[in-house]
């Protein structure tokens, strides 16, 4: 496969963007080798600069659920590009998203969009630090909550990939207020809580973590930590920038039926363009300005190319609920096939998977959380990541990363895949 094209244009791209990237996770730095460069999409493949086509496992980090390019939700961004793109005043699709939202999603009274999971995830805390009069939070090992300065403690994505275990800039004063606890660990959480009595406003997690690979919760562990946070009246925050509307409408609330107090949500719900947004009930948000004094803006919050581009991914999401038995159809497919594949090789790992998010660990032993997810061979991946890449499959270029399945991917590209692991030697 010839990647002279992506090469040339990661040399000239080095010169002006820091690392030749504007994410660090795209650079390949710890798969090594020379990221692609993606020309565009459609469906299930990618096409990059130089011809090649990719079957997509990443899937824009999630919202891509129906596949790249999905013709409703591009007519819909034209048509309302013609009448501008931009205001910085309402409008009443925000008002319309909302409510879609809130037939969706259980527990949820009030919304505010913002541009990013992280400006979500970054808002959720002051808001439920500005509620409890509180300053700790806690946050789980390797969970990942986007790049605001309190959020980089112990986190996963990109500072697991490139290694990196405290972050230059970040001041002590305020990674103290950040406590962390292993994932799926309820004796440890609980202890973490009574030695911080009446100190912790909130409680932040992936339901099902997605940035150190997949790793799904054990049975009682998000129940626990819902009883945790009623008996030290602490918030819990669910972060659903992956699971919301991916696992389910409601997302993982209405999978694994726990309300949180608040629930964040990123790229899902502008379809792929740059959307956040945090939201709970009344009593809560209602701190938030202006019918509060917890402050928080943003002049592309609630953008009208993003808000109709989410509301056309959203509705067929709510009106066609057979697609999330279909993703985990396709995923479970996916994720059986390469497992038989590689126990036929001899070759130890383990798949994580629930519904169309998975990952593939290489080792012998159970990956269940930050530490287990830490263990595993990772040049071993480095090497199935290209070896897929050369046989046009496209995985997260990182073994911290979940893959993403679109009900674009069929059974055609499922079994591609499987025989491009055949290959794997
Ligand atoms: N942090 C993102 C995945 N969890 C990666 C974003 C990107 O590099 O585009």
């Given at each position: 496969m010839d990647h002279s094209k992506s090469k040339n244009l990661f040399e000239r791209a080095q010169h002006h963007l820091p690392g030749g990237v504007?994410?660090?996770?795209?650079?390949?730095?710890?798969?090594?080798g020379t990221p692609i460069f993606i020309k565009k999409a459609k469906g299930a493949y990618l096409y990059d600069e130089d011809g090649n086509r990719y079957i997509d496992y990443i899937n824009s980090w999630g919202p891509m659920i129906l596949g790249h390019a999905y013709e409703p939700v591009v007519q819909a961004i034209c048509e309302r590009a013609a009448d501008s793109t931009s205001f910085g005043a309402p409008t009443e699709l925000e008002t319309d998203m909302a409510e879609l939202i809130k037939s969706m999603v259980?527990?949820?009274?009030l919304i505010r969009m913002v541009s990013s999971g992280t400006e979500a995830c970054m808002s959720a805390i002051r808001l439920a630090r500005g509620y409890t009069g509180k300053n700790k939070f806690i946050k789980f090992e390797g969970c990942y909550h986007g790049h605001a300065d309190s959020l980089l403690v112990k986190a996963g994505s990109g500072l697991a990939t490139l290694n990196i275990q405290s972050v230059p800039g970040v001041s002590a004063a305020v990674a103290e207020d950040t406590l962390t606890s292993p994932f799926n660990d309820l004796q440890a959480l609980q202890t973490l809580i009574v030695a911080h009595p009446n100190e912790i406003a909130a409680m932040i997690i992936?339901?099902?973590?997605?940035?150190?690979g997949c790793i799904l919760p054990k049975p009682g562990f998000l129940e626990g930590l819902r009883t945790l946070c009623d008996q030290h009246k602490i918030v819990l925050i669910f972060?659903?920038?992956?699971t919301g509307f991916r696992l389910a409408g409601g997302g993982a609330q209405q999978y694994f039926n726990i309300k949180s107090d608040l629930v964040t949500y990123g790229k899902i719900i502008g379809g792929g363009l740059p959307v956040g947004a945090f939201s709970g009930r009344k009593e809560i948000m209602q701190h938030i300005a202006p019918l509060g004094n917890v402050y928080q803006a943003g002049t592309l919050s609630g953008n009208p190319i993003a808000m109709i581009a989410g509301y056309t991914l959203l509705k067929e999401l709510k009106e066609n609920s057979g697609i999330f038995s279909k993703l985990e159809q396709t995923t479970k497919k996916l994720a059986e096939g390469i497992s038989a594949v590689l126990s036929s090789k001899g070759i130890d790992h383990t798949v994580n998977r629930l519904g169309s998010m998975m990952s593939l660990h290489f080792g012998k032993h159970e990956v269940v959380d930050f530490e287990t997810a830490r263990q595993c061979d990772m040049p071993l991946f480095n090497l199935f990541f290209h070896q897929l890449l050369h046989q046009g499959v496209y995985l997260p270029p990182s073994a911290y990363e979940s893959w993403f399945v679109s009900t674009a991917i069929t059974d055609e590209e499922v079994e591609a895949t499987i025989n491009a692991v055949r290959n794997f030697n």
């Open positions: 504007n994410s660090p996770v795209r650079a390949f730095k710890s798969v090594g259980p527990n949820v009274d992936e339901p099902v973590a997605g940035n150190m972060d659903e920038v992956m």
